[in-house]
């Protein structure tokens, strides 16, 4: 444990309930005690001693428009109020339909059906779900199979880690116990595309669907794409009649300078999921948005022609409202104009770190900040030095990186990158001493 998080004296919560939670993606028999925050506000977290931290994170992209905003809260209040929940199956309620009206709205093209879901793995386990079974109520059979990218990921339930990077994941170690799956390159030159165009046609009738996170790869290292990468990949899909799935869960609302991703390939995909910033990071929640084609392949007089699937928690009401009012502040805010303005304002301040020790590429996409690293050493001592620097940030892989809130001011942004700057300074040292 670094000296820095030593100085602060675990609350009792934290020293008797830390015996019994199980963390994500630690090791918990090394990994230090993680920091204890007791309140948030704008772009900022409160540790239990008082500290605040420009949070850097947006708690993995949620909080777009930063926390506890009023709107938001209020909304959620007053439903809370009202109804908190009620069963979708059989049953509807405006907040829900109001919503999926509004989706359907501000997606490109006819992305119009909304099949909601509590949380962005979920809505992609939806997503390959309607792909298998269009083909099948279209009386076509044999097609089971995805096509995902190298570096991809999806999310940790089942179907979701099948189409995830079978190699270079976290989920590497599932091999035998997921569905196996097709894995290609990202296509980026002429020769690369027509490598993936001719894959298509020699597996066109064993393929369900392409699925690709448009623009950015995620957690499978924040890799980045050009648009006319994923444009002539939803065209080879068309030339041989394959679904094409965009998991916008992480690159939607706004994150690329865009409400989708996709619309700077100007590309209508088969379905989409969104999920993470769907609630202004409030609840956890998510959505599968199908186009007219596919929606219409589960309309039958056949009952087993419908989709049968239907999380408990589908289209919880305090969730609509947190969404609800998430797209008003979309609506009223300037949140894409600042993205835009972002993007520069990252390019400019994180790129100091492209000269330092151990850095290979500085790089950055609307509000996405990377800076990308050799080997990534010293992992919980960066992490320490990053919080003693006043910012939160988790690094990982083979990279430290941003995705703030897009509501942050531009002096807020300047402090957590030159904070940012100095962490990695210190850290691309350390290498000489170790």
Known sequence: MSDDTQTLTPPDWQTVGYQHVWMPYTQMQ???LPLPVVATEGVYLTLVDGR?????MASWWTACHGYNHPHIRLAVEEQLRVMPHVMFGGINHEPALRLATRLAHITPGDLNRVFFADSGSVSVEVALKIAVQYWLNRGVSGRTKFVSFQNAYHGDTTGAMSVCDPDNSM?????GFLLE???????QTDAEHAAFESFLASKKDAIAGVIIEPLIQGAGGMKFHPPESVARIHSACRQHNVLLIADEIATGFGRTGTMFACEQADVVPDLLCVGKALTGGTLSFAATIATDEIFDAFLSDDPTHALMHGPTFMANPLACAAANASLDLFETEPRLQRVKLM???LS????PCRDLRGVIDVRTKGAVGVVQVRRLHSLERLRAGIVKEGIWLRPFGDMIYMTPALSMTTEQLRTLCEATVHAVQ???TWAIEE
Do not use: R
């Not at 989920?171 to 091999?175: D, N, V």
């Not at 799956?181 to 296509?187: E, G, K, N, R, V």
């Open 30 to 32: 090394t990994a230090p």
């Open 52 to 56: 605040q931290l420009i949070d850097g």
């Open 171 to 175: 989920h590497s170690h599932f091999k």
């Open 181 to 187: 799956q097709y894995s290609h390159p990202i296509p």
């Open 343 to 345: 993007e520069s304002e």
């Open 348 to 351: 400019q301040l994180l790129e």
């Open 426 to 428: 210190e850290w691309s």
